[in-house]
């Protein structure tokens, strides 16, 4: 029964009927709600208003510039919040005016995108997605939540969950990479991160889940380009990790630049209110993207900024972020019937109750303590911890022989180093397109921690090539350099700039000249380590075929250099697991493990199946891949049943074991398949993974899970539920090398 148009999403997380966050002071949801009505019955339509609008510090703009934001607003009650405004002075200075000029004293929210980190800088999503680790990357959200209130600061816009399965979209850094399960487990994880257990803390901020929906599915992987999926696959692969926020009681959602279906979002009634506030049971605010309301003139739905403004306020928008729209059009369109000031209170409603629940009514000045910022800045316990994230990012990709013996790690008596590459001796771009506030000067490169951790070895650098254009003219230095030593380190990849918003790019090819670079290193015969960093798969097909070494690392952020020299000595042993399949070429893309198989699956003795003629269908690096320093054998997979009914538990269990040389950390990963169903099923599903540590040597019998909820799906009249059948289940250390059992569910 197709409830409002779209599937009624019952998921299998407990709906909550409102945010399950506490607001610390001990207000019951209630008496919030009285607090807010109380408040709102004193309040004129202009200060209602005034809640509604969002502006940007315009000291450091995150977007095109169409608002200049004045401070005399904030004292005449038109604003209801700020953003990028940067320091406890500053804050404290436009609170005040916010609270002691105004007629009600309403305290401003004080907005940032503290996307991974905000003065010292965690690994870009899409790297610490690569950790699996939802229980590190929560603790990496409380503690950027730490420094960014320190900072005064009280909302931060994310986590950003949107599901990415093309890698020419900049903003696949943002993310946490292609699949469903491992995303939605995140983005609860970064929730209860920034929020933590008592929100009127000054060590917690508000969480924003982003960008509200689909947005990483636009055509041609072009950002802010139109979106346009089938209903099912926006329910099945795209809307799950918004729910996943919501359920964790994310107190904002930001709607997205894209349209959907033929509706932007930041219009589309049935996504913000149907779906999110009605039946998803939402309770917080819905905030627009950078000017997305304005936007819907672009769109053409809105004949004129009056109407995007009626258009986004009647769809469930509740916040107008900094176009200043809703505050110049509103009140007439109420003097005009157009709009009904009941739909204003709503949005007002839903504003104030997250300030009396983050504690601002209590006290404004709550995350203004100079002594704090100072206190916690950069701590120890902050770059500890960024530390240890950056290293579980990383990806072995590649650890061949060469003349006999691996190159990695490196061997203790190196005489000489070659390091070569833009990014060997860089600060600002080992940080991602989105670093937040970031304090370069903490930021230690490649060059110095290996220096430091390798003090008798002499480690020449040079850059060789730029991130970018075609300039070879550092081509000979490094190839003498390079002829001087006894192995090359290699430190390729994007700079800042060529990913993030506004960054998609049509070749996701190592950019410039750097792989001309390699190829005139490679004639040197000397051996060759090769780091890539990026913000985005790129297309390592070259590399693959011909070096011996590769280190995927995505961004890793403050303490890029000491987890890069980390691994590289061996002193800790990678264990990374990719979040996104590796495209041999831009042609495959877009690719993703969890595909159809389709009524002719690729068969290479019938030239009628589906097939490029030119490259393999496969990826060069399947999801959920990943090399350790070590082996790992997976054996014995057995199912305590061969057939479930829907009230069983079916046990799997296989053994696992450590044949190589080194300890290490395993991720191993659980995949199924419904062989046969009322609707076609991708021929594998992560449903479960494990983080398994094993000292050389040592085996261990691992066990996972699995009921009948967890193989559920939208069937042909999209109802979530789950079929009789024949099922597939896969275990192995990623979506392609994997030992194989079938169960029955009656
Ligand atoms: C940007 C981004 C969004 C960000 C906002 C505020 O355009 O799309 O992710 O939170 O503006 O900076």
């Known amino acids: 029964m197709k409830k409002l148009g779209w599937s009624l999403l019952i998921f299998v997380f407990p709906i909550i009927t409102l945010c399950t966050c506490s607001s610390g002071n001990g207000a019951s949801n209630d008496e919030v709600d009285r607090k807010v009505d109380s408040l709102i019955s004193l309040m004129t339509l202009d200060e209602k208003i005034g809640q509604l609008t969002l502006y940007a510090n315009d000291l450091n703009p995150t977007g095109p510039q169409k608002t200049t934001f004045c401070e005399n607003e904030i004292s005449n009650g038109r604003v209801g919040g700020v953003f990028n405004v940067l320091g406890t002075d500053n804050v404290y200075r436009l609170q005040k005016q916010a609270v002691t000029n105004t007629r009600l004293r309403i305290p401003l929210l004080f907005g940032f995108d503290v996307i991974h980190g905000f003065r010292t800088i965690f690994p870009i999503p899409f790297a610490e997605a690569c950790t699996w680790d939802p229980e590190l990357i929560k603790k990496s959200a409380t503690l950027a939540a730490k420094e960014a209130t320190a900072w005064g600061l009280n909302w931060t816009f994310n986590p950003m969950v949107d599901i990415a399965r093309d890698p020419r979209w900049g903003r696949v850094s943002e993310g946490s990479g292609e699949d469903i399960f491992l995303a939605s487990l995140i983005a609860k994880a970064k929730v209860q991160g920034y929020q933590g257990d008592d929100l009127s803390a000054p060590y917690t901020m508000a969480a924003c889940v982003k960008h509200f929906a689909a947005y990483g599915a636009p055509i041609g992987g072009r950002d802010y380009n139109t979106v346009d999926i089938s209903e099912r696959t926006l329910s099945e692969v795209y809307l799950p990790p918004y729910k996943a926020a919501v359920d964790a009681g994310v107190l904002s959602v930001m709607s997205s630049f894209n349209e959907l279906d033929g509706m932007p979002c930041t219009a589309n009634k049935k996504l913000l209110s149907q779906l999110l506030k009605d039946e998803w049971g939402f309770k917080g605010f819905v905030v627009s993207d950078w000017t997305s309301v304005k936007e819907l003139t672009a769109h053409g739905i809105a004949k004129d900024e009056a109407h995007a403004a009626e258009l986004a306020l009647k769809a469930g928008l509740d916040m107008d972020m900094q176009s200043g729209i809703f505050s110049e059009n509103l009140k007439k369109l109420v003097s005009n019937n157009l709009v009904d000031e009941q739909q204003i209170d709503n949005a007002v409603k839903r504003i104030l109750r997250v300030k009396y629940l983050l504690g601002l009514f209590d006290n404004p000045y709550l995350y203004i303590d100079k002594k704090r910022q100072e206190e916690i800045t950069a701590s120890q316990e902050i770059m500890d911890l960024a530390l240890l994230e950056a290293k579980k990012s990383i990806v072995l990709l590649k650890n061949e022989n060469y003349s006999n013996s691996k190159l990695l790690p490196l061997k203790k008596n190196l005489r000489k180093i070659a390091l070569i590459g833009p990014l060997a001796s860089n600060r600002i771009n080992l940080l991602g397109s989105w670093h ?28 060789g090539a730029s991130f970018t254009g075609t300039d070879k003219s550092g081509f000979n230095k490094a190839i003498q350099t390079v002829q001087k030593s006894e192995i090359v380190i290699c430190v390729i990849g994007e700079n800042n700039a060529l990913s993030g918003e506004a960054a998609s790019r049509s070749n996701i090819d190592i950019p410039g000249v750097q792989l001309d670079l390699l190829k005139e290193l490679i004639k040197t015969g000397k051996p060759i380590v090769t780091i890539v960093m990026a913000g985005r798969p790129l297309i390592l097909d070259w590399l693959e075929e011909n070096l011996p070494a590769i280190i995927f690392t995505g961004q890793l952020g403050t303490r890029s250099g000491d987890a890069i020299s980390a691994v590289l000595t061996g002193e800790y042993n990678p264990s990374g697991k990719l979040a996104m399949s590796f495209p041999r070429n831009v042609g495959q893309v877009p690719i993703f493990y969890n595909h159809k198989n389709t009524g002719r699956p690729f068969d290479a003795k019938d030239r009628y199946t589906s097939k490029y003629i030119d490259v393999s269908n496969e990826p060069l ?16 997979l057995v199912l305590d049943k061969q057939t479930i009914s829907s009230t069983d538990t079916l046990k799997i269990t296989f053994t696992l074991k450590n044949t190589g040389n080194f300890d290490g950390e395993e991720t191993c990963q659980l995949y199924i398949r419904d062989m046969v169903a009322s609707v076609t099923r991708p021929v594998k599903e992560l449903k479960a993974f494990k983080k398994v540590y094993l000292k050389k040597g040592e085996q261990v019998i691992i066990s996972f899970t699995l009921t009948a909820n967890d193989l559920k799906f939208f069937n042909e009249d999209m109802i979530y539920q789950y079929e009789p059948g024949e099922f597939a289940v896969f275990v192995g250390g990623n979506s392609r090398d994997l030992i194989e059992e079938k169960f029955e569910l009656l």
Request: charged share 20%.
């Open 621 to 636: 690096y399947p999801f959920g891949y990943g090399l350790s320093y070590t082996t790992f054998n997976y054996s014995d």
């Open 436 to 463: 937040g506030h970031a304090d370069t000067s903490i930021v230690k490169t490649i060059l110095e921690s290996l220096s430091e951790k390798l003090p008798n070895t002499k480690i020449e650098y040079t850059q």
